[in-house]
């Protein structure tokens, strides 16, 4: 599966965003997908998955309440609506997608297999 991100911008403080996550090549149903970041110097960071079964979506503390993540009903694309944005929310937003990965590994870049290039999300105090 390929996986496009797209949706970044330039956003003011308090603003919303959607950012998207189109898969080509098959669908994301059989898929756990995660949304991760990576801000200029720093390590690429965990931002929210849905597991591969959709039960349960995770959140990393810093997004939580500001952020959801969902799936649409053909799983061919995951979407990430991030609320109430903050300077400390820029970054580069991947998309990433494991068949196989297990609940504890999900919060881990390490274990997704396949990527997305990239949407830049820009907030300016």
């Known amino acids: 599966v390929q996986l496009q991100a797209s949706g970044g911008g330039l956003v003011q403080a308090g603003d919303s965003l959607r950012v998207s996550c189109e898969a080509s090549?098959?669908?994301?149903?059989?898929?756990?997908v995660g949304w991760f970041r990576q801000a200029p110097g720093k390590e690429r960071e965990f931002v929210s998955a849905i597991f591969r079964n959709g039960g349960h979506t995770y959140y990393a503390d810093s997004v939580k309440g500001r952020f959801t993540m969902s799936r649409d009903n053909a799983k061919v694309t995951a979407t990430l609506q991030m609320n109430n944005l903050k300077p400390e929310d820029t970054a580069v937003y991947y998309c990433?997608?494991?068949?196989?990965?297990?609940?504890?590994?999900?919060?881990?870049?390490?274990?997704?297999?396949?990527w997305g290039q990239g949407t830049l999300v820009t907030v300016s105090s």
């Open positions: 990433a997608a494991a068949r196989g990965i297990i609940l504890s590994s999900i919060r881990q870049p390490s274990a997704y297999n396949y």
């Open positions: 090549g098959g669908t994301l149903s059989m898929y756990s």
